[in-house]
């Protein structure tokens, strides 16, 4: 019997996926009109969207995990820059972003995300999901911005929470399964 100490690195996925998906969930029930922006959700953006993100990429990239370090640090960096581009403009010496400067942000974003979803192809079909909606997602927070026709940010809101409600869902199935140890949530 050997007294040695196995260690098990965490998986840092669910921990990523549950800051990226109840900071959209929240963020889009706003942009879909149920309730007003507040520090409420400025706050889960700084929190979950931001940090449990940040926290989940570095442990990603100790890893080894190039994709998950990559996506996890940049979309935490991006929840905490739509925070302060939210909040405190001058805080930077620049003016508050109008809506042609946000639409450019978003389209930067989703090409981004596009790529990224490129790189899901070779997982599983609930991380494609997550993906591909969230460069809808960007799509249409761009148009909306660019144009300013606000019918495009309601369905931007409700494709968002259905957006988050998918990383959640990937993020508790990576949970069970890993506390099950075999698949139990279809991925």
Same mark, same amino acid.
């Given at each position: 019997?050997?007294?040695?100490? $196995?260690?098990?690195?965490?998986?840092?996925?669910?921990?990523?996926?549950?800051?990226?998906?109840?900071?959209?969930?929240?963020?889009?029930?706003?942009?879909?009109?149920?309730?007003?922006?507040?520090?409420?959700?400025?706050?889960?953006?700084?929190?979950?969207?931001?940090?449990?993100?940040?926290?989940?990429?570095?442990?990603?990239?100790?890893?080894?995990?190039?994709?998950?370090?990559?996506?996890?640090?940049?979309?935490?960096?991006?929840?905490?820059?739509? $925070?302060?581009?939210? $909040?405190?403009?001058?805080?930077?010496?620049?003016?508050?972003?109008?809506? +042609?400067?946000?639409?450019?942000?978003?389209?930067?974003?989703?090409?981004?995300?596009?790529?990224?979803?490129?790189?899901?192809?070779?997982?599983?079909?609930?991380?494609?999901?997550?993906?591909?909606?969230?460069?809808?997602?960007?799509?249409?927070?761009?148009?909306?911005?660019?144009?300013? @026709?606000?019918?495009?940010?309601?369905?931007?809101? @409700?494709?968002?929470?259905?957006?988050?409600?998918?990383?959640?869902?990937?993020?508790?199935?990576?949970?069970?399964?890993?506390?099950?140890? +075999?698949?139990?949530?279809?991925?």
């Amino acid at each position: 019997m050997s007294d040695e100490v $196995v260690k098990k690195e965490a998986n840092a996925g669910p921990l990523g996926l549950l800051g990226f998906g109840m900071t959209t969930i929240l963020l889009n029930i706003h942009n879909a009109g149920v309730i007003e922006m507040s520090v409420m959700i400025l706050a889960m953006g700084i929190c979950m969207g931001g940090l449990a993100q940040f926290i989940a990429g570095l442990m990603e990239f100790k890893a080894g995990n190039t994709f998950g370090a990559t996506a996890f640090t940049s979309y935490g960096l991006f929840w905490w820059s739509l $925070v302060i581009i939210l $909040v405190n403009p001058e805080w930077l010496g620049g003016a508050g972003a109008d809506g +042609r400067s946000l639409g450019f942000y978003m389209l930067l974003w989703c090409i981004y995300t596009f790529f990224m979803y490129i790189g899901t192809l070779k997982a599983n079909h609930a991380t494609q999901v997550v993906f591909l909606t969230l460069a809808i997602l960007f799509l249409l927070l761009a148009l909306e911005n660019f144009t300013g @026709i606000g019918v495009i940010g309601i369905i931007a809101g @409700i494709e968002g929470i259905f957006c988050g409600a998918s990383a959640v869902y990937t993020a508790v199935a990576g949970i069970v399964d890993g506390e099950f140890d +075999r698949p139990v949530m279809p991925m």
